[in-house]
C-alpha cells in the first residue's frame, strides 16, 4: 500500500490538513469541512494509498509558504502539486489557478475557460472538490451577482482572503473601474468613485448608471472627495 504523508497545521484562518504523495503536495485543506471524508477517501483510492502521520520536505515549505501568503507577503505559491481526480475535474482545477491573485471569477467564467459554458453545475462541483486550497484558488470564485457562495472553509473565511489579497495588490484606476456598479458591497470603503460630469462621489456598490471611464476619479477616501467638492450620492449614501 502507497503512503501519503499528513500534518495538520493550526493558521490564522483555522487549522489545516496537509497531505504529500511521492514528492508532491496533494492536500491542503480545511481540517473540519464538510466534504472531508469525501475528500479524503478519493485521494486515497485515487492514489492506493493511506494516510500516515509523517512531515516531510514539500509539507514543511508549504507550511513556510502559507505562513507568508496568509501574512501578506506571498502572492503565488511554488509547490510542486500532484491533483487527483477526473479529467474533467482537472481541467477545472487548472483553470482556477489561472485566476489571478486579487481577482475574482465566476463558476460561469471557469465554464467558458474549459469552453464548456452549460458545464456551470459541473464546475461549481469540481469546484467544491478542489483538495489543495490557497494554491488552487477556489476562494476566487463568487457567484453571478456578485455574492460569496460556499467555501470549504466557510464564508468569512473566504471573505478575509479575497480582502487580504484585495488589500495586497496594486489596484489601478482602470481595475477599479471594472467593479463599479457590479452592485457587491464587497468593494465598498476600499475606494471611492467621483463622476465629474456630475460633481457626486458613489461607493462602487452603488445601482446608478455607470459613468464613462473618461468622468471617473477614484479616491481612497470620502473625506478627499468631499475636499475636491464632490457631494455624497443620494442613491449610495456613501
Keep these: 500500500m502507497n503512503q501519503i504523508n499528513v500534518q495538520y497545521y493550526k493558521t490564522k484562518i483555522g487549522?489545516?490538513?496537509?497531505?504529500?504523495?511521492?514528492?508532491?503536495?496533494?492536500?491542503?485543506?480545511?481540517?473540519?469541512?464538510?466534504?472531508?471524508?469525501?475528500?479524503?477517501?478519493?485521494?486515497k483510492k485515487g492514489l492506493n494509498a493511506e494516510f500516515v502521520e509523517q512531515n516531510d520536505d514539500v509539507l514543511s515549505q508549504t507550511r513556510i509558504?502559507?505562513?507568508?501568503?496568509?501574512?501578506?507577503?506571498?502572492?503565488?505559491?511554488?509547490i510542486p502539486i500532484l491533483m487527483v481526480?477526473?479529467?474533467?475535474?482537472?481541467?477545472?482545477?487548472?483553470?482556477?489557478?489561472?485566476?489571478?491573485?486579487?481577482?475574482?471569477?465566476?463558476?460561469?467564467?471557469?465554464?467558458?475557460?474549459?469552453n464548456n459554458e452549460k458545464s456551470v453545475r459541473a464546475v461549481a462541483s469540481a469546484n467544491g472538490a478542489n483538495s489543495i486550497a490557497l494554491i488552487i484558488p477556489c476562494h476566487r470564485i463568487i457567484g453571478s451577482d456578485g455574492e460569496l457562495v460556499g467555501y470549504g472553509g466557510g464564508i468569512q473565511i473566504k471573505k478575509r482572503l479575497l480582502k487580504l489579497e484585495q488589500n495586497n495588490q496594486p489596484q489601478d484606476d482602470?481595475?477599479?473601474?471594472?467593479?463599479?456598479?457590479?452592485r457587491s458591497v464587497k468593494y465598498d470603503g476600499l475606494f471611492f468613485t467621483a463622476v465629474k460630469t456630475t460633481g457626486v462621489f458613489c461607493k462602487p456598490s452603488c445601482s446608478a448608471r455607470k459613468p464613462n471611464r473618461e468622468n471617473v476619479i477614484f479616491y481612497d477616501t470620502k473625506e478627499v472627495a468631499i475636499e475636491n467638492r464632490f457631494?455624497?450620492?443620494?442613491i449610495c449614501k456613501p
Design 85 to 114: 481526480g477526473t479529467e474533467f475535474q482537472k481541467d477545472v482545477w487548472i483553470a482556477l489557478m489561472q485566476v489571478p491573485y486579487g481577482k475574482t471569477n465566476t463558476y460561469l467564467d471557469l465554464a467558458k475557460t474549459i
Design 174 to 182: 482602470d481595475w477599479k473601474y471594472n467593479f463599479i456598479g457590479c
Design 15 to 43: 487549522e489545516l490538513i496537509q497531505g504529500s504523495y511521492s514528492g508532491k503536495l496533494c492536500l491542503l485543506d480545511f481540517r473540519y469541512r464538510r466534504m472531508r471524508t469525501t475528500v479524503d477517501n478519493r485521494l
Design 231 to 234: 457631494r455624497a450620492c443620494k
Design 65 to 78: 509558504q502559507l505562513d507568508e501568503y496568509i501574512n501578506g507577503d506571498r502572492t503565488c505559491f511554488d
